[in-house]
């Protein structure tokens, strides 16, 4: 048997919602199936508005807009994540700040966010990684203290959630993704959750290329202008009606998920035991969504070899991410960046658990 590093999960009612979106006749952004997908957001995140965007890329690109960062910002967030945490905001002119991640669930460590801000910080950006919620009471605190706003990377957070809060909703943004790797899926896919009211209205006329056409769709206004900066952030309906039948399903897929991830957890207990990996940690604050199963390993070699072996009996797992800070040193002067603390995260592999469903 193969075990592949990525299993798409198909419900099975996919082609047939598109092909009523196809029947709809209406193919751009923000038909039926949009809307639909948006109050399911609505209602299971408890945020105030949910916007679909064509990936969790698209709406942390949003956020950086919303957020009013300028040139010269600084933004803080863990160093161990994905390029799209830090693209966003320099897209925007501004300087990712990276600060070292606990050692425990790998999330960025609250206790050294607030030695990273000076008077340019502008946002924080957490990214809650595996579906595991980083110590959020403590990132607001800091935030309402020096008046900065919080940016949640929750992509692979949906159906997570941080003492009874769902990831994404408890910043005054939060970044949900869709795409194939994660747990909810439309391909490529993402939604912005936008937690503080004050920002909705601008929220919508940023991902509609900066006109205020949703208001003039809801007669709010009687002509449909430019008035800001924006993009085209929305997805097209076809992908929406994807995106609806996995929503129908998300109970399901996150139960079966999680059914998998319990299954490595026992299996590598003995493993831990014996010194040899290093499983998982969670929070008791924290109810995750089994996004991945991933093992800490001794070192470089150790983590080599360990995939190597498994290469050999089919089991495809990968290495994650390689840290920005590290991956950009290359190519970036010192005035681009600012450093806190190098984070010592070679010894990660992770295995299996995120193809889940076979
Ligand atoms: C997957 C991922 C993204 C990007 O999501 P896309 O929908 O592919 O743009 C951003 N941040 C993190 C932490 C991710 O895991």
């Known amino acids: 048997m193969q075990i592949p590093f990525n299993k798409p999960y ?10 009523q979106a196809h029947a709809n006749g209406h193919l751009a952004g923000d038909g039926q199936f949009t809307k639909q997908c948006n109050a399911w957001l609505e209602t299971r995140t408890g945020t105030s508005k949910a916007l679909l965007t064509h990936s969790c890329t698209a709406a942390l690109e949003m956020a950086a807009i919303l ?5 010269g910002d600084e933004v803080i967030m863990p160093s161990y994540t994905f390029v799209s945490t830090a693209n966003a905001f320099v897209l925007r002119g501004a300087i990712p700040v990276f600060v070292d991640i606990r050692p425990d669930t790998l999330n960025i460590d609250e206790t050294r ?4 801000i000076t008077e340019k910080t502008k946002a924080i950006v957490p990214v809650h990684y595996a579906g595991v919620g980083c110590e959020m009471d403590t990132i607001m ?4 203290r020096h008046d900065l706003l919080v940016i949640e990377d929750a992509a692979q957070g949906v159906m997570a959630s941080y003492k009874g809060r769902a990831l994404g909703s408890i910043g005054h943004l939060g970044c949900l993704s869709f795409h194939e790797t994660k747990n909810i899926i439309s391909g490529e896919g993402g939604a912005l959750l936008v937690n503080d009211p004050q920002l909705a209205e601008r929220a919508e006329i940023i991902r509609e290329k900066g006109t205020n056409r949703s208001l003039f769709f809801r007669g709010q206004v009687d002509k449909y202008t430019w008035v800001d900066l924006g993009s085209s952030y929305l997805p097209s309906e076809l992908v929406a009606a994807f995106l609806w039948a996995q929503m129908e399903e998300a109970d399901v897929i996150t139960q079966r998920r999680i059914g998998l991830w319990n299954s490595y957890h026992r299996w590598f207990a003995a493993s831990e035991t014996a010194g040899m990996c290093r499983r998982p940690i969670i929070p008791a604050a924290c109810s995750h969504n089994a996004h991945m199963y991933y093992l800490l390993l001794a070192d470089l070699e ?12 089919g089991i495809s ?3 994650h991410y390689v840290p920005l800070h590290s991956a950009l040193l290359g190519n970036v002067t ?3 960046m600012a450093i806190f603390l190098i984070p010592n995260i070679w010894r990660i592999v992770w295995c299996g658990c995120r193809y889940g469903l076979v």
Do not use: S
Not at 302 to 313: C, S, Y
């Open 302 to 313: 150790t983590r080599n070899q360990f995939i190597a072996r498994l290469k050999l009996q």
């Open 141 to 144: 605190d800091i935030a309402q």
């Open 317 to 319: 797992p990968v290495f």
């Open 334 to 336: 010192d005035e681009h």
């Open 10 to 19: 198909m419900t099975g009612k996919e082609l047939w919602y598109i092909a």
């Open 67 to 71: 957020a009013d960062i300028q040139p």
């Open 113 to 116: 966010i607030e030695a990273a």
